[in-house]
């Protein structure tokens, strides 16, 4: 069952720039470590999981956890759980209000985009949208990043644990089954004509919401008719 983040409607833009102190490095890792999709490489995943092994988030050997039993196990199981979902909402809740502040942004500056804006206008609605543009592209890869990481780990776990909690490997899922939107919205923002598509998105939106309450229009409208042939036939029927 895939677990929700709760939302956060007011988030500072340096908090914005925050990392989680959970399983990914508080330095991104750079190109270096990434191939041509802009992915971390099998060596930096390993890099990762080896490090939070050591500092014991992940129990190292299959040995370590027949020696602490059971109930160690779930426990431990249980805490990296609990920092993978942290983790996860931590940046899930500020992407998605960054792209909330794009969307207000490219809107904002679609409806006062006149011949009469004055330039200084446009300029700071330019670098304003750029600057969350950027930030929604860095919180997109610090997700994409944990989700792989996350996928990992548990494949990790299944080769050298004897049990893995059934909750992490349906979180894992869950994670994998939003990475093919985030895989979509980065080629959206990382793109050089960003806000020029997310107008498009937006234009398309508006039309097919204005389709979607046409419909139902129709719809009550036939129900209408529906329920007053039925009292017709009642009221006959009665008499």
Do not use: W
Not at 207 to 222: C, G, M, P, V
């Amino acid at each position: 069952m895939p677990f929700t983040c709760p939302p956060q409607t007011s988030i500072t833009d340096s908090e914005l720039q925050q990392t989680f102190p959970g399983l990914l490095p508080a330095t991104p890792n750079g190109d270096s470590d990434r191939d041509s999709t802009g992915l971390l490489t099998p060596n930096a995943v390993q890099s990762i999981i080896a490090s939070l092994k050591g500092s014991g988030v992940i129990p190292a050997q299959n040995k370590d956890l027949k020696m602490q039993g059971d109930a160690s196990r779930t426990s431990k199981q249980a805490a990296l759980l609990s920092t993978i979902k942290s983790e996860y909402c931590f940046y899930d809740s500020r992407y998605k209000y960054v792209l909330e502040k794009i969307f207000s942004e490219v809107q904002q500056g679609y409806l006062t985009n006149t011949p009469t804006t004055s330039a200084t206008t446009s300029a700071t609605t330019s670098a304003s949208t750029k600057k969350y543009i950027s930030l929604a592209q860095a919180l997109n890869r610090r997700l994409n990043d944990l989700i792989q990481l996350v996928h990992a780990i548990t494949e990790d776990m299944t080769t050298t644990s004897t049990s893995i909690d059934t909750e992490m490997t349906n979180t894992s899922q869950s994670m994998q089954d939003q990475k093919k939107k985030l895989d979509q919205q980065n080629k959206t923002i990382s793109s050089n004509e960003a806000t020029m598509k997310i107008r498009k998105e937006m234009v398309n939106y508006s039309e097919e919401k204005a389709r979607h309450t046409d419909n139902l229009l129709k719809l009550y409208s036939f129900l209408n008719v529906v329920a007053l042939g039925l009292l017709v036939y009642i009221y006959k029927a009665a008499n």
